[in-house]
T-cell receptor
Framework: DVKVTQSSRYLVKRTGEKVFLECVQDMDHENMFWYRQDPGLGLRLIYFSYDVKMKEKGDIPEGYSVSREKKERFSLILESASTNQTSMYLC??????????????FGDGTRLSIL | AQKVTQAQTEISVVEKEDVTLDCVYE???????LFWYKQPPSGELVFLIR??????QNEISGRYSWNFQKSTSSFNFTITASQVVDSAVYFCALSEITGSGYTGKLIFGQGTTLQVKP
């Protein structure tokens, strides 16, 4: 089974702090994703990476950056946290290899509160 | 543009009732993939099914069944004899395709919250 692990289930930080959310997958997937989920807005893609050191902006990248130094790890960085970044953050990964559109596999999510 | 619409925001049923979750999609492509995910209260999205546009056979897996109708651009999900453990948010998603082909990204609907009461 694919395992996508997010470093924290719950996190509380202060406005202005630099926040790191870590995600690790154990199935050698090329693609990795960061989403945020808010009530009434569904899942929104923040950033996407299709290979080491490669990244692509999603629908809502403002205020975020990402890092993919190793294939298994994809980090989301809030450069200067603000209260409107309080949300549920979900990491996912998927395989390119066997043709298009392999399903994405998700972590448990990190519920981040910015005070 | 591609789009997925789940018009039902919330559904509440009593245990053992059958319930259908609607999903309507928009795409100009002839080849595409559709997905359903379940998000229980614990938070993790769990992959349920993938269907490609050439396979219009309905699929059944235990109490779950999926009805794919290209003519109406719908991919509906039915739970038969619902149980309390089915309470979750359910997402329908469509593969994203650009001029360069599949991007690997998914376009998600807004989700339908299903509450099954005992």
């Amino acid at each position: 089974d694919v395992k996508v692990t997010q470093s924290s289930r719950y996190l509380v930080k202060r406005t202005g702090e630099k926040v790191f959310l870590e995600c690790v997958q154990d199935m050698d997937h090329e693609n990795m994703f960061w989403y945020r989920q808010d009530p009434g807005l569904g899942l929104r893609l923040i950033y996407f990476s299709y290979d080491v050191k490669m990244k692509e902006k999603g629908d809502i990248p403002e205020g975020y950056s990402v890092s993919r130094e190793k294939k298994e790890r994809f980090s989301l960085i809030l450069e200067s946290a603000s209260t409107n970044q309080t949300s549920m953050y979900l990491c996912a990964s998927s395989l390119i290899g066997r043709g298009p559109n392999q399903p994405q596999h998700f972590g448990d999510g990190t519920r981040l509160s910015i005070l | 543009a591609q789009k997925v619409t789940q018009a039902q925001t919330e559904i509440s049923v009593v245990e053992k009732e059958d319930v259908t979750l609607d999903c309507v999609y928009e795409t100009r492509d002839t080849t595409y993939y559709l997905f359903w995910y379940k998000q229980p209260p614990s938070g993790e999205l769990v992959f349920l099914i993938r269907r490609n546009s050439f396979d219009e056979q309905n699929e059944i897996s235990g109490r779950y069944s999926w009805n794919f109708q290209k003519s109406t651009s719908s991919f509906n999900f039915t739970i038969t004899a619902s149980q309390v453990v089915d309470s979750a948010v359910y997402f329908c998603a469509l593969s994203e395709i650009t001029g360069s082909g599949y991007t690997g990204k998914l376009i998600f609907g807004q989700g339908t919250t299903l509450q099954v009461k005992p």
